[in-house]
């Protein structure tokens, strides 16, 4: 890869993990990172002056599933303004677009999920989300500039906001006196950061017609699951206490099929829940 990279969301655990990478790897490549020090991303001023890209990695969003519960109408708004000004720059310009999409499987049908799946909304969010990737498909055939959608599943590394639920974990595993979670049996596929940014690499650096990529390990483990993996590597045998509160609309069991990124990227995960949840331990301290 070389010319010019914007990383829309270049703050975020992903964007943070994708421009290191880029830059690492792609001597000839200039990284823009874009967050909200430079601009609010929903306001096309913002984008107006920025210099000509090659690439937009356009990650920027609200991501916070119960914050979109909060205020939908406006979380929506925010989540489609900054996407419809990273489409509008590259409709001025010729760029290409990797866009972060997210999880839209809702309760699956059948598991493991494949990317032509029945698309099944849970929460506003999703489908802030799914409005997105219905922009970033016609704007990109209308007005030919390349785009790829890659949809990741449950992403978590080090450094995460601890309002997740892995670092959650993993914070009151190292100081607390217990383990405290809402319901230990939903299960969902991890899929570690580093993982994420390589796959959005790939799609970058294989762009064709508009395609679409599940981005997953292909593994799902439960709360109870992940808890008991931190607790080993924590090295103390707190208490797991659950709520037995399940979430509206909770979603059961996801798992990626991810035998098309495999195929078409060249793409495959590398870390393993263990290592990664071993590399979040490290990140989390008082």
């Known amino acids: 890869m070389q010319g010019l990279a914007i990383v829309a969301g270049a703050q975020g655990l992903l964007g943070r993990r994708l421009s290191a990478r880029l830059e690492q790897r792609f001597p000839d490549l200039?990284?823009?990172?874009?967050?909200?020090?430079?601009?609010?991303?929903?306001?096309?001023?913002?984008?107006?002056d920025l210099p000509r890209a090659d690439f937009v990695f356009q990650l920027a969003a609200r991501t916070f599933v119960p914050d979109s519960w909060q205020n939908p109408s406006q979380f929506i708004h925010d989540n489609i303004s900054i996407t419809a000004n990273a489409l509008e720059y590259c409709r001025k310009h010729g760029a290409a677009i990797v866009y972060a999409s997210s999880y839209l499987y809702g309760n699956p049908d059948f598991l493991p999920i494949p990317?032509?799946?029945?698309?099944?909304?849970?929460?506003?969010?999703?489908?802030?989300?799914?409005?997105?990737?219905?922009?970033?498909?016609?704007l990109s055939r209308m007005f030919s500039f390349k785009a790829t959608v890659i949809r990741p599943f449950n992403i978590y590394?080090?450094?995460?906001?601890?309002?997740?639920?892995?670092?959650?974990?993993?914070?009151?595993?190292?100081?607390?006196?217990?383990?405290?979670v809402m319901d230990l049996e939903p299960r969902r596929d991890y899929v570690f950061v580093d993982?994420?940014?390589?796959?959005?690499?790939?799609a970058a650096q294989r762009l064709a017609d508009f395609q679409v990529f599940n981005v997953g390990s292909g593994e799902s483990y439960s709360v109870g699951d992940v808890a008991g993996i931190v607790k080993e590597l924590v090295g103390r045998d707190v208490p797991l206490v659950s709520a037995e509160e399940r979430r509206i609309s909770e979603i059961m069991d996801t798992r990626a099929d991810i035998a098309k990124a495999q195929d078409l990227l060249g793409w495959a995960p590398r870390v393993s829940l263990r290592d990664g949840l071993r590399l979040l331990v490290d990140s989390v301290s008082e």
């Open 195 to 202: 993982d994420v940014a390589d796959a959005f690499i790939a």
């Open 30 to 48: 200039t990284v823009c990172p874009l967050a909200r020090p430079a601009g609010d991303l929903r306001d096309p001023a913002t984008w107006e």
């Open 115 to 138: 990317e032509s799946a029945r698309i099944d909304i849970s929460n506003p969010y999703a489908l802030s989300k799914m409005m997105c990737e219905e922009m970033v498909e016609h």
């Open 157 to 180: 590394g080090p450094d995460q906001d601890e309002r997740f639920l892995l670092p959650s974990i993993v914070r009151q595993a190292k100081y607390g006196d217990a383990i405290k």
